[in-house]
């Protein structure tokens, strides 16, 4: 654990792909993410962090001013993970990327991000391919991105 504030530092990228993080090593992270300020790119896909791992994630997305790329791809976070992520990007106002697909997000998970593209402004890229959203969330997120300009 003590390693990782000393690293970021001056670390810009980290690429964690496939390294079995899981929801604990997501908190150790986390703790870290809260105090960066140079990091701007994290790549935590496939590390099957889960639902507990998106709500430290997203407790360090309210108070880092730095990230702005965020792959959580293939981490099985579900809507509960989506809800908790939605509810860092009301506050969070740097984070302009982040990577949602393979995670079995379903049609609570997306109504919760399209709330909060109403909220935020610095989200560019918004991925949620292969989830298992329908039509009605669909719906929510078309009208969502309409309002986000």
């Not at 001056?10 to 964690?16: G, I, Q």
């Not at 899981?22 to 639902?51: C, F, K």
């Not at 918004?126 to 669909?138: F, P, S, V």
Request: glycine share 6%.
């Amino acid at each position: 654990m003590l390693i990782f504030p000393v690293c970021f530092q001056t670390l810009s990228t980290l690429d964690l792909t496939e390294n079995k993080i899981r929801a604990a090593g997501a908190e150790h992270l986390s703790m870290a993410l809260e105090l960066n300020q140079t990091l701007t790119s994290l790549d935590l896909s496939q590390n099957a962090i889960g639902t507990v791992g998106a709500k430290h994630l997203s407790n360090a997305l309210k108070k880092n001013k730095t990230l702005t790329t965020l792959d959580l791809s293939w981490n099985k976070i579900g809507d509960e993970g989506a809800k908790h992520l939605s509810n860092a990007l009301r506050s969070n106002q740097t984070l302009a990327t982040l990577y949602l697909s393979f995670n079995w997000i379903g049609d609570e998970g997306a109504r919760d991000m399209s709330k909060a593209l109403q909220f935020n402004r610095t989200l560019t890229t918004l991925d949620l391919l292969c989830n298992r959203i329908g039509a009605a969330a669909a719906e929510h997120l078309s009208s969502a991105v309409q309002m986000n300009k």
